[in-house]
Nanobody
Framework: QVQLVESGGGLVQPGGSLTLSCAAS????????MAWYRQAPGKQRNLVAR???????NYADSVKDRCTISRDNGKNTVSLQMNSLSPEDTAVYYC?????????WGQGTQVTVSS
């Protein structure tokens, strides 16, 4: 069982920046591909960014060039740096850890972009 705890969400003005962090409990964190998803009210949960065990990354088209995902295997953390935020980025952001058949989710952190 992997426990994931997100932090860093909040209210930010349009054009602002925010960094989300996810702390994982599993000691072999480096075996897991990590990802951030988001879910806006009334919409499905969608991938924002993903980082593999070898630190290859991929991003949703909607956030490409505005977001950077990174991981620190020594600290069991994954972060998502988000820039040039717009109201369309408002959602609950979820951390995800995946390894083979195992798939774990955090409880989510709210990001609200509003003036």
């Amino acid at each position: 069982q992997v426990q994931l705890v997100e932090s860093g969400g909040g209210l930010v003005q349009p054009g602002g920046s925010l960094t989300l962090s996810c702390a994982a409990s599993k000691t072999i964190f480096s075996n897991y591909a990590m990802a951030w998803y988001r879910q806006a009210p009334g919409k499905q949960r969608n991938l924002v960014a993903r980082i593999t065990t070898s630190s290859s990354t991929n991003y949703a088209d909607s956030v490409k060039d505005r977001c950077t995902i990174s991981r620190d295997n020594g600290k069991n953390t994954v972060s998502l740096q988000m820039n040039s935020l717009s109201p369309e980025d408002t959602a609950v952001y979820y951390c995800n850890a995946a390894y083979g058949a195992y798939n774990y989710w955090g409880q989510g952190t709210q990001v609200t972009v509003s003036s």
